[in-house]
């Protein structure tokens, strides 16, 4: 069902988030930018990165795109990521209604839990940088690692594993999908740009 962000923001007034947890993805969603891309134009890596996504074929091929977003900068001092990362996140970064939903949720009691494909590093710094600028809490953040990437049916297996029900998800791509079929609310942020596949009835579909 489409909903414009102002009749969004109407049902955001008669809901309690009280002891309920919300779950947002992170890139393209909190953020209005992806902060992996941005992080690789700046280093060099994004040519490379968008020709794996621009070949992928299959859930696989897109994985493996994510994968080299989270290996090509673990060779890189944390500290020296840290400088230009905050050269990067700005206050305008940060989508303003969605800023105003965890605002809602923080003053009401309820939890915020970020769950995204972008390396565990990238996420925390995000999170730092998010109540630092906004002072609300996050209270859980998720992100891949060298090892392990969490994307599509991962994101919903890692809830799943930490008994994380959502009342409420937000996302972007049919990445986040598999975790919106977990809440009583799924919010999917579309770019009007963009052209998407079939997106389920359940899914409230907000254009920004």
């Known amino acids: 069902m489409k909903i414009s962000e ?7 007034n008669t809901l309690n988030f009280k002891n309920k947890t919300l779950v947002f993805d992170m890139d393209h969603t909190l953020l209005k ?4 891309m941005l992080m690789m134009k700046e280093y060099g890596y994004f040519k490379e990165y968008n020709r794996l996504i621009k070949q992928s074929k299959t859930q696989e091929d897109i994985i493996k795109a994510y994968e080299f977003s ?13 400088v230009v990362l905050k050269k990067i996140l700005i206050k305008n970064l940060y989508r303003e209604c969605l800023v105003k ?4 949720a923080s003053k009401e009691k309820g939890k915020i839990i970020i769950v995204s494909a972008s390396w565990n590093f990238f996420v925390q710094q995000v999170v730092l940088n998010f109540q630092k600028i906004f002072q609300y809490p996050i209270f859980q953040y998720y992100g891949s690692t060298v090892k392990k ?9 890692l809830l799943l594993k930490n008994n994380i ?10 990445n986040d999908f598999p975790m919106m079929e977990l809440s009583e609310y799924a919010v999917f942020v ?3 740009k963009k052209k998407y596949k079939k997106i389920g009835q359940k ?3 907000m254009s920004l």
């Open 203 to 205: 899914i409230l579909i």
């Open 190 to 192: 579309k770019n009007p």
């Open 33 to 36: 930018e992806d902060i992996s």
């Open 70 to 82: 989270v290996e090509c900068f673990s060779r890189y001092k944390k500290k020296d990521l840290v």
């Open 101 to 104: 939903v965890v605002e809602k």
């Open 6 to 12: 102002k009749d969004f923001l109407s049902l955001l």
């Open 149 to 157: 990437n969490l994307s599509f049916e991962e994101k919903k297996h």
């Open 165 to 174: 029900i959502p009342y409420m998800v937000f996302g972007d791509s049919i």
